[in-house]
Structures are given as structure tokens and as C-alpha cells.
């Protein structure tokens, strides 16, 4: 019987779609109205090329009247794809007229979004000589301490930064493969997920020691992924290479998951929680669904079911969901960015 | 503070002009010249009533204990976190049970106004009474509140400073009145029997919690139409309150609040009673069937994002930390996993007992079953196997020796007696080197009966079979000498193993008897004791 979530993507009542002239990857949701319009949104969409040439685009998305508008000069070029995009989380609004853009690649470099023009504002390299670097996979920003940004690399290393001043706080060799990707939990606690399989947590008061939380199952699979909740600091969710499970942790109990959400048929390529509700955690993968869970207090004999699911045309490969929007879900796939409702 | 007194006088006020609620807005203590929650008495609907015990209470009594309730309600919530075990009594009311009005008076009670901000400000600012009529549909810079208002779907509310009680002696927290200068503000919401009903999708990019899709319309509670009649309207500018911040207020509030609680009020929301949301609901077995990937690789994109990108990036050329200087500057903190230790030694240790598994299962013939202690039992019985079938391959393996050898000996002491003088040498080099299976000879030939042995000398006898062994001094031709003392007896000597070490001839004879007639063994001993100069040692 044909299900109407096969194609529920053509329902676009409601939905926003945005289709870009590449493959999206990175993507990235503003805190703070757009700085044309206070009503509209901006939205950071970073290609994928396989190529020196890439480009992030920024598009403002009204949700009154559900529609996306792009400016051709809010674009820049990035050389090879950005590995992640993030806007500067709760800016204040009435600090400026513009807003920061963040940006990883072979560095962190830092943009500033004005209404009809994208500044570079600075590049942050942290390696003595020219000719080498450390690549890096991603990074994220520090919601309580905003001039904080740690750094996840392939060298096995986690950088943070003080973008105020453009220095190095701090850099930690983390773990004993590259790290993948990391995440903030208060203002000096940050998490990340590496190639040796291990979350570990790090704590900057105590550079000497860091815990591990959670090691995968079979040793030396890679955890690719890692999200923290920041509604409630105990949980944090990560997603292992080509598994199709997303594990939830809860740092009070370490290497014991609380729980694993397996109802995905393919590997799962990106989570998100909510950044409204402490129990509620997006999830998207390689078979086209992107699920919204809703984690009990106490599991069924069978697992836990999605509250909800959508169906898209392709491989879900990115996934953003903002507190500045919280009832919309950004997601990107193939060459497609999509708002949806929840 | 008169707590007491002062609510029952808004009860009072409050349920003679039939109003929902009143609110008393005090001089804060704590913030200078702003306004803060005093005291109020709730009139509005009621949901759920909860009480201890089941008595009847008067109209006004209940009023006043709702509003307790109400009260306590909102302290407990804005403690909850710092104590989330506290346990609510069970008396208590939680937040779904209450009414969407009697959450907006909840709400009401985490304002705080400024001098000349919101009505209660400006109010107080101006020491005039304020009418507002049909609030809700006011901007948020006169009333600030319209957004809570609005979004939990109050309609047509009436607000007005207005006197209580004339003569109240001022107190220092609050003031009252227009005669004092003070102010005191009654609100009021009105149903109207027309209901408006409201979008609830307006301000939902704004707001947190849907909490009523079901517009109210309990609109018979005694309203009074009657006071529609319009006041003043004093739409005073005073300081524009940013709309932007007034809405953060109450998400920020509603959001401890309902952080702190278990149930999740936001649930509904999720539930996809919304029809305008994208997502479906799930439904077991109920899902699509999964789309083969166009491209086997799973995570593609991801994991060359990952995997790829960085080493596009100088084709490569990055550097390790010790090549960085970042030895000496980075930190590397030692993983402490002291919580989980132990289960990482315990993991190791299973894998390494599994990898012997795996080595044994090569190496024992087992069956097909899997599971360890199958495997434990095959090994233990192809052991046991083995060591029999070791044992019977040495014990056939010394027989071997022992047939090989009696033949030899045979064929040495024929060329012994032959050739005595010379082969001695000889023969005694090669006999030397049975001594070491002497012992097991003597074993094989052992028959047991009819013994008769002394020390040095043994003669047994088994029907027509004689075995003599005998230890004696050698001197040349005793060998003769001992045959031919036997071959008088009438035996025929078919197997016979002489050994000489160090002058001690060894002998071991095996005879059968020719004719009928069987010597005893005494008989063969005193023939060979006869034998000149034997002496046994």
C-alpha cells in the first residue's frame, strides 16, 4: 500500500526546499535574525566538490511566508569542502548588524555576515611553520563562553581557541587516533569522538586527566559522530561508522549506554537533540528517513520507537536543528536543503 | 506582611466584581523601585481540584486555597532545579492540571516590572488607572504580557487599576491606590460568549509550548457582560518595552519551569497533532521499505568529509604533533577510565580466553558445535585418546625390541660358544647393551608358577616350560659347562641370554622338557650347582 511517508516530502505546504547548484555538506542555522530582515533566518549552506573551489552560500529562510531567498553576494569560496559551519550561538542581537561566521577546513577561519557582504575577519592557524597543517574535521563553539572554540583535527589533537584575541588557550592531545568531532558541554567541559572509538571527556581545570565515557564495542570501530544535550548535560548521543544505531550515553555512567535507537535500515549520518526539550533527539541516515525520537524514562522490551519520521528523496546527510527556530529542522541531501516542520 | 488579610480582600473585590483573578503588584525589596509579584487571589477556571481531604468548603474558602495552590505550585517549579528530588506532596497540584488561565496567573508571578514599564508600571508611574480593553489583541509595547496572553489563548481581557480599599494604612511594600498615590492593579479576563479563537499557530516560532489546541470556551462561569463598558483608555508612551525581550521573558520562564517538571508538556506538541508538520507519524511496521543505496558505500559522504577532505588539504602533508613543537606545548592528559577499568581488563581478558578457543577448536577433532564446554569435552577425550594410544604404541614398540633382540642373542651366543675366547670382547660389548632391557625381558617372560628362587638363582616352571636366571662368576667354559649340566635333564634349551659385566655372568634361560618325564626345579638347581666352581653371586 503506497504510505504517504514515501513521499512526504512533496508536501510542500510546508516544507522549504532550497536546491543548490552542488552537493551540500556542511550547514549551519543563525541565532540571530537575519540582519536584512528581523524576520528571516539565515542559513549557511557549505558545498561539497571534490575540487580546490568550494563555496558557502548564505540564504535567508522566512518562515511566514515559507519561502528562501539567496543574494549572490552573501557567498564566499573556501578552498576544498568546509568541514562544518557554525554561526556565533547566542549573539546578542543589539551587539552589531552583523553576524560571525565559523568555518573549518584546513584552518578555522572566521567571517563576518553583514547584510549585502561576507568580511574574512581572521584565519586561526596554529602550526609554527608555514608549510604544514592539521587538518581539521570539525569544531564547535562555546554557547556559555563565546569567545571559545574547540577544534577537532586528524593529528589526534583538540585545539581551543580564543577568537577575542586569536590565540591558542589551549591544545590537548586527546586521543591516540584522529578525532572526529567535538562538542561543548559547560564553558571549560568539552567531549570528543575519534578514530580509536573512544568519547572522552576533557575538562580544562584538569588538563592532566580525561575520562572516558564509552568505548565501541568492537575495538578500533570509529565513532564519527557526537552530540551533547544541552538542555541536559548528562546525555550525549553518538553514531559509530556504518552502524545504523545511534547510542545514547549518559555521562554519569560510563562505557554502559542508556540507551541505543535502532530503527534506522542504513548507517546513520548525523543527530541533533532538541534544543527545546531535554528528551527529544533528531536522527538522519543513508535510508533517506530523518526520525524524531522521544527518549522514556523507562524503555519498552523491544526498544524505543521514533515519535515521528519523514521520508526524503535521498540520503540524509546533514542535519540542524536551531533554538532560534526550534520548529524547524534544517537537512541537506544530495544537493537539496530542506526546512521541515515538525 | 498581612498576607492573609490582603488576599482576602482581593478575594473579596475579586469575586464581588466577578473577575477572574487580581494581582497585587509590590515594591520589590529586593530591586529598587520595580514592581514584583505580591499576592494574588485566583477566581478563573479550575481543571483539577485537588484537596487533602474532601470537605466542603465554602466558595470563598476554595478560591483562596486554589490560589495557595497555585502559589506553591510556582515555588516548586522554580526550585526544581536545584532540588529535582523533592517530591511534591501529593496534594499538590502539577502542571497538567491546570487550566490555561490559571497558567498565564502562574506566569504572571515570575514578572517583574520597572517603573513606567507594563501596565502595573506605568500604573504606578502615573498614578492613574489604567483600562485596557481587549488586550489581547494589544502590542506588546502597551502590554506586555499579550504575548503570554495570546499564546494561552485568554480573549477580551479587561484590565483596570482601580480601588479596593480606600482606607488601607499604607505599608512600606506595597502601595495602594490612587489615594495614595500607590498603585493597585486588578486584571481581569472576560470571556466573552463570542469567543475569538485564536490562531495557535501565531508567535509559535516564538513560543515553547502549545498547550492548548482546544481553544476555551467555558465561557458560562458567571461572566458579567456587563462590564464591557470601556474606561479610560490611557495608552501612555511610556518606555517601549522591546517586544523581542518580553517574549525571551516568559520562554525563559516557562522554560525553567517546565524543565524542572517530569511530564512532558511539551509532548502534545510533538504528537504530531499538528497538522501542518512535515513528519508522520510512526507506526510499527508500518515503514517503507528500505531503499537500496544507489551506492554501496554507507556514510559516503560523511566518511569523506572525515577521511578525505583533511588529506585533500597539502595532498597530505601534515604534520604529527611531535613534529609541531606540540609535544612540548600541548598537553595530553592521561584517560582516566578508573570507572571503567576493570571492565576493560575483564574484556581483555575474555578476548584473549576466546582467541585460545578459537586455537583449540583447530586443533582437536570436534564437532561442529560451537559453544566452549563442547569443545572442553572433545579435548579432554582426544587426550585421554591419545595417551592409550601412546601406551600401546611403546608397549609394541618394546615388544618389537624384545623379539629383535632375543633373536640376536641367540645367534651371539651360538658364535659364544663357538669361538669362546675371542668373541668374549665382542660379545660382550654387544650384550652390554641389552643390560638396559634385561628388565623388561625378565618382565615378559615372567610366568607365574612353580617358582622356586633364591637370590641369585630362579627357576620357574610352567607345565613343560622351565625359565632359569641366575646370576654366577664367569670363568672360562662355565657357559659349556652350565649347557651341558641342563642337556642332562633332558631340556631342551630353545632360548637362552647370557650377559657378562664386570666377571658377573647374567643368565636367563628359557627350556622346555623333551620327554615325558618333568624334572622339578631343585632337580635343575642341584644339576647346576653341581657344575664345578659355579658360584652364584
Known amino acids: ?342 | 506582611m498581612a498576607t492573609g488579610f490582603l488576599r482576602k480582600q482581593l478575594a473579596l473585590a475579586v469575586r464581588n466584581i466577578q473577575w477572574s483573578y487580581g494581582i497585587f503588584w509590590f515594591i520589590s525589596a529586593s530591586q529598587p523601585w520595580a514592581l514584583e509579584w505580591g499576592d494574588g487571589y485566583y477566581n478563573g477556571d479550575i481543571r483539577t481540584r485537588k484537596t487533602v481531604q474532601p470537605l466542603e468548603l465554602k466558595a470563598d474558602q476554595l478560591g483562596l486555597q486554589r490560589s495557595e495552590q497555585l502559589r506553591e505550585l510556582y515555588e516548586s517549579l522554580s526550585a526544581g532545579e536545584s532540588s529535582p528530588q523533592a517530591r511534591r506532596p501529593s496534594a499538590a497540584l502539577s502542571p497538567e492540571d491546570l487550566t490555561d488561565t490559571e497558567w498565564y496567573y502562574l506566569v504572571c508571578m515570575s514578572f517583574v516590572f520597572d517603573i513606567g514599564q507594563g501596565l502595573p508600571g506605568r500604573t504606578l508611574s502615573s498614578g492613574q488607572p489604567i483600562w485596557l480593553c481587549n488586550a489581547q489583541y494589544a502590542e506588546s509595547k502597551v502590554f506586555s504580557r499579550s504575548l503570554v496572553a495570546k499564546q494561552l489563548e485568554m480573549v477580551s481581557p479587561f484590565n483596570s487599576s482601580d480601588e479596593i480599599e480606600p482606607n488601607q494604612p499604607a505599608e512600606d511594600p506595597f502601595m495602594i491606590d490612587g489615594i495614595n498615590g500607590g498603585t493597585s492593579q486588578l486584571q481581569s479576563w472576560q470571556f466573552m460568549d463570542d469567543l475569538h479563537s485564536l490562531n495557535s499557530s501565531d508567535c509559535i516560532s516564538q513560543t515553547l509550548a502549545d498547550l492548548g489546541d482546544v481553544p476555551l470556551c467555558q465561557g458560562e462561569n458567571g461572566n458579567n457582560n456587563g462590564l464591557q463598558e470601556v474606561g479610560e483608555c490611557n495608552q501612555t508612551k511610556q518606555t517601549i518595552l522591546d517586544p523581542v525581550n518580553g517574549d525571551l521573558h516568559y520562554r525563559v520562564i516557562l522554560s525553567a519551569l517546565l524543565k524542572s517538571s517530569h511530564q512532558l508538556i511539551l509532548g502534545p506538541h510533538f504528537r504530531n497533532s499538528n497538522k501542518e508538520s512535515n513528519f508522520v507519524s510512526w507506526k510499527t511496521n508500518g515503514l517503507v521499505k528500505s531503499q537500496k543505496l544507489k551506492d554501496g558505500t554507507p556514510q559516503k559522504l560523511l566518511k569523506k568529509i572525515l577521511f578525505e577532505v583533511p588529506r585533500m588539504h597539502d595532498k597530505g602533508l601534515f604534520q604529527s604533533p611531535q613534529d609541531n613543537d606540540v609535544g612540548d606545548a600541548a598537553w595530553r592528559p592521561k584517560a582516566d577510565d578508573t570507572c571503567g577499568n576493570h571492565v576493560l581488563l575483564e574484556r581483555r581478558r575474555r578476548e584473549k580466553i576466546n582467541e585460545r578457543f578459537t586455537t583449540l577448536k583447530s586443533l582437536v577433532p570436534s564437532n561442529s558445535k560451537a559453544d566452549q564446554v563442547s569443545l572442553l569435552d572433545d579435548t579432554i577425550e582426544y587426550l585421554r585418546d591419545l595417551l592409550r594410544r601412546i601406551g600401546e604404541l611403546e608397549s609394541c614398540r618394546e615388544l618389537t625390541e624384545l623379539e629383535t633382540r632375543t633373536k640376536r642373542t641367540i645367534r651371539d651366543h651360538v658364535e659364544q660358544t663357538s669361538d669362546n675366547h675371542c668373541n668374549n670382547k665382542v660379545t660382550n660389548g654387544k650384550k652390554s647393551s641389552y643390560l638396559n632391557k634385561r628388565k623388561a625381558c625378565e618382565d615378559i617372560n615372567c610366568v607365574a608358577s612353580n617358582d622356586s628362587s633364591t637370590d641369585n638363582l630362579t627357576v620357574r616352571m610352567n607345565n613343560k616350560d622351565l625359565t632359569i636366571v641366575f646370576r654366577c662368576r664367569w670363568r672360562d667354559g662355565i657357559l659349556f659347562e652350565i649347557m651341558n649340566a641342563l642337556s642332562i635333564l633332558d631340556l631342551d634349551c630353545h632360548s637362552v641370554q647370557s650377559s657378562t659385566i664386570d666377571g658377573i655372568l647374567s643368565m636367563t634361560i628359557n627350556s622346555k622338557y623333551k620327554g615325558s618325564s618333568v624334572a622339578k626345579p631343585r632337580t635343575v638347581k642341584q644339576a647346576l650347582q653341581r657344575v664345578q666352581s659355579l658360584t652364584f653371586v
Open chain 1, 1 to 342: 500500500m503506497e504510505n504517504s511517508t514515501q513521499e512526504s516530502h512533496l508536501r510542500s505546504d510546508n516544507s522549504v526546499t532550497y536546491e543548490s547548484p552542488y552537493t551540500v555538506y556542511a550547514m549551519a542555522v543563525s541565532s540571530t535574525p537575519s540582519p536584512t530582515n528581523l524576520n528571516h533566518q539565515s542559513i549557511a549552506l557549505g558545498s561539497f566538490l571534490e575540487d580546490y573551489n568550494n563555496r558557502v552560500d548564505i540564504i535567508a529562510f522566512d518562515p511566514d511566508t515559507l519561502s528562501v531567498k539567496t543574494h549572490p553576494t552573501l557567498s564566499f569560496y573556501h578552498p576544498y569542502p568546509p568541514t562544518k559551519l557554525m554561526f556565533q550561538p547566542n549573539r546578542k542581537s543589539s551587539s552589531s548588524s552583523s553576524d560571525l561566521l565559523a568555518s573549518s577546513g584546513e584552518y578555522l577561519r572566521l567571517w563576518e555576515v553583514r547584510e549585502s557582504s561576507i568580511e574574512p575577519l581572521s584565519v586561526l592557524n596554529n602550526s609554527k611553520t608555514s608549510e604544514f597543517c592539521a587538518p581539521l574535521t570539525s569544531f564547535d563553539w562555546n554557547d556559555v563562553e563565546p569567545k571559545r572554540i574547540g577544534t577537532s583535527s586528524i593529528d589526534t589533537t583538540c585545539t581551543i581557541w580564543d577568537i577575542e584575541k586569536g590565540v591558542v588557550e589551549t591544545q590537548l592531545i586527546a586521543h591516540d587516533k584522529e578525532v572526529y568531532d567535538i562538542a561543548w558541554g559547560e564553558a571549560r567541559v568539552f567531549a570528543s569522538v575519534s578514530a580509536d572509538g573512544s568519547v572522552r571527556i576533557f575538562d580544562l581545570r584538569d588538563k592532566e586527566h580525561s575520562t572516558i565515557i564509552y568505548e565501541s564495542p568492537q575495538p578500533d570501530t570509529p565513532l564519527l559522530r557526537l552530540a551533547w544535550n544541552k538542555q541536559d548535560l548528562k546525555y550525549m548521543a553518538t553514531i559509530q561508522m556504518d552502524s545504523n544505531k545511534v547510542v545514547i550515553l549518559d555521562i554519569r555512567s560510563p562505557t554502559m549506554p542508556v540507551a541505543e535507537l535502532e530503527r534506522h535500515q542504513a548507517s546513520v549520518n548525523a543527530i541533533t537533540w532538541a534544543p527545546q526539550s531535554s528528551k527529544h533527539i533528531c536522527s538522519a541516515g543513508d535510508d533517506t528517513q530523518a526520525f524524531i525520537w522521544e527518549l522514556p524514562t523507562v524503555a519498552g522490551p523491544n526498544g524505543i520507537d521514533p515519535l515521528c519520521v519523514y521520508s526524503a528523496g535521498s540520503e540524509i546527510n546533514q542535519l540542524q536543528w536551531s533554538a532560534a527556530q526550534p520548529d524547524w529542522i534544517a537537512i541537506a541531501f544530495s544537493n537539496k536543503m530542506q526546512l521541515l516542520k515538525v
